[in-house]
């Protein structure tokens, strides 16, 4: 029942908006970051990028095995990711050179960092996590959407890929 309710709240109109505002904003400015940085290093840094909302049997799933309430108001305000941004990258100096330009951005407030390059999981999962909120203005005000901003190499984007199969589609706790 909590399903339907949070999978209707979810996709009304104006919250898929919000969400989908925020994924824009970042990838316009990755595209822009990557341009300034292109031209820096002479070479592209940003090999592709990818975004996504999370369904909403994802987020029932997740906040069921985080153990929280089901419900659309503890989804928006416990989980950092309903909103995501992937960028691959061809090497990992190229992540760091992205991420330092996102925390100059003025209009992003970075609340969490997640670095699992330099403390991989015992899985061997790597990449570089970056919660934001990121202002949408609408009307008189701003409102703050959260977005995980997920940056990797090919490599690792192979890996973490590979890993995702064997553990959840193959029902593996880890990857041997």
């Known amino acids: 029942?909590?399903?339907n309710k949070i999978k209707v709240k979810l996709e009304a109109p104006m919250v898929q908006a919000r969400y989908q505002y925020a994924i824009?904003?970042?990838?316009?400015?990755?595209?822009?970051i990557d341009a300034d940085l292109t031209e820096k290093n002479e070479r592209p840094l940003i090999r592709n990028l990818c975004s996504r909302i999370k369904t909403a049997?994802?987020?029932?799933?997740?906040?069921?095995?985080k153990e929280r309430e089901v419900t659309f108001e503890t989804a928006v305000n416990t989980l950092n990711d309903i909103a995501g941004v992937r960028?691959?990258?061809?090497?990992?100096?190229?992540?760091y050179q992205i991420a330092d330009a996102v925390r100059r951005q003025k209009d992003f407030t970075i609340v969490k960092e997640k670095n699992y390059i330099r403390k991989p999981k015992k899985s061997g999962y790597q990449s570089l996590h970056l919660i934001l909120e990121i202002a949408i203005p609408f009307q008189k005000e701003?409102?703050?959407?959260?977005?995980?901003?997920?940056?990797?190499?090919?490599?690792?984007?192979?890996?973490?890929?590979?890993?995702?199969?064997?553990?959840y589609k193959r029902g593996q706790k880890q990857a041997a």
């Open 1 to 3: 029942m909590e399903t």
């Open 24 to 32: 824009d904003v970042m990838l316009t400015r990755l595209r822009m």
């Open 142 to 167: 701003n409102q703050w959407i959260k977005l995980e901003l997920q940056l990797r190499t090919a490599a690792m984007d192979y890996w973490a890929n590979l890993d995702h199969q064997l553990r």
């Open 57 to 65: 049997e994802s987020i029932v799933k997740k906040l069921e095995r």
């Open 87 to 95: 960028v691959v990258c061809y090497f990992a100096d190229d992540i």
